[in-house]
Each structure stands twice: as C-alpha cells, then as structure tokens.
C-alpha cells in the first residue's frame, strides 16, 4: 500500500467517526463513538502496517515534539490565566465557577502528567 492511500483511508476514517459520533450525540448515545473510535484506530493500525514507504521520519518526530510543546504551553498559559480571572469574578455564578475550576484542574493535570511523562523517557534514554 502507497501512502497516498493510507492517507486517503485515514481520511474516510475520520468522516466517518465525525459522522458517527455528531449522530451519537444527538440521541444521546455514549457507546457507538465509543465502538468507532476503537475499530477506526484498529482499522488504520492494521493498514499503516500494510504501507511500504516512509511514513514519518526523524525530523517529523523533531518537528511534533516543538509543536506539541508549544501547544501545551499556550494551553496551560491561557487556561490558567482565563481560570484565575472567572474564579475571581464568578464566585457567586455557579456556572462560571465550574468552568473556572475545571480550567485550573485541567492544567494542573497536564502539567503532572507531562512531568511524570518526562520522567518516564528521562530514565528510559539513561537506560539506552
């Protein structure tokens, strides 16, 4: 299989998942995006394994740490910022207070995750 094709396939993947789950969602229904999500992943592993080419190299690798780097930063900046301002001001919104809390929470967990992540291939490159 080309790349070119396994692109295509991961894109019909994603149409049909985006489908799927918009429907799901209208009838209220959690476990068929839930069921999709799954075959599609499974779906596109067992294809990606079929493609002879390069699909990624070094450099893309390189390229998505930066940016996922630069993501969780921009993320966690905002979201602590927008958090602190709508917990200040929203105590007595309820509606806001939650979102300001869930905000905080978020970042808070990403950070401990990204910590203890790092931490994991810190000991796993010492290893090699």
Do not use: H, Q
């Not at 993947?13 to 209220?28: L, M, P, Q, R, W």
């Not at 079929?50 to 690798?61: G, L, P, S």
């Not at 919104?93 to 950070?111: D, G, K, P, V």
Request: hydrophobic share 50%; charged share 20%; with cysteine.
């Amino acid at each position: 299989m080309t790349k070119k094709a396994f692109s295509i396939y991961r894109i019909i993947a994603v149409i049909i998942v985006t489908i799927i789950v918009s429907i799901s969602i209208n009838y209220g229904n959690w476990y068929l995006p839930v069921i999709s999500i799954m075959a599609s992943w499974l779906f596109l592993y067992t294809l990606r394994r079929k493609v002879k080419e390069v699909i990624a190299d070094e450099r893309d690798y390189i390229i998505a740490g930066k940016a996922s780097g630069l993501a969780m930063k921009i993320y966690i900046s905002f979201s602590v910022i927008i958090g602190v301002i709508l917990y200040s001001t929203g105590k007595e919104n309820e509606i806001l207070f939650n979102i300001a809390t869930t905000l905080l929470y978020s970042a808070c967990f990403l950070m401990i995750f990204y910590a203890v992540l790092f931490k994991i291939y810190e000991r796993k490159d010492e290893n090699a």
